[in-house]
């Protein structure tokens, strides 16, 4: 069975900082592409960033660039997300994702074609 689970959400004022992580299993890591998507109320699920477990290539969404960075350690299942200079629009609730073999389900932002999701961590950015 396949598990993704998140942690490190919270709340955290404008311009700080936070790292979430995302423990896969029993999956492949390395035939994945694994990554996050984030949803605000009211808002779809949009594709944030992502990282590939076979060749560590990444992608990010246009409005994180420069301030989120993904990261991965595949001898144990894991990744992170490090994000700096938080915006309140940055709130949102953060699901861990995982799809395969390649990152179309963000490039293209389409959160259906995504293979497995966590159950999410809720970040808010005060103001």
């Known amino acids: 069975e396949v598990q993704l689970v998140e942690s490190g959400g919270g709340l955290v004022q404008a311009g700080g900082s936070l790292r979430l992580s995302c423990a896969a299993s029993?999956?492949?890591?390395?035939?994945?592409?694994i990554g996050w998507f984030r949803q605000a109320p009211g808002k779809e699920r949009e594709g944030v960033s992502c990282?590939?477990?076979?060749?560590?290539?990444?992608y990010y969404t246009d409005s994180v660039k420069g301030r989120f960075s993904i990261s991965s350690d595949n001898a144990k299942n894991m990744v992170y997300l490090q994000m700096n200079s938080l915006k309140p629009e940055d709130t949102a609730v953060y699901y861990c994702?995982?799809?395969?073999?390649?990152?179309?389900?963000?490039?293209?932002?389409?959160?259906?074609?995504?293979?497995?999701w966590g159950k999410g961590t809720l970040v808010t950015v005060s103001s």
């Open positions: 990282i590939s477990g076979r060749d560590g290539s990444t």
């Open positions: 994702a995982a799809d395969r073999p390649y990152a179309t389900a963000w490039y293209a932002g389409k959160p259906s074609w995504v293979d497995y």
């Open positions: 029993g999956l492949s890591f390395d035939d994945y592409v």
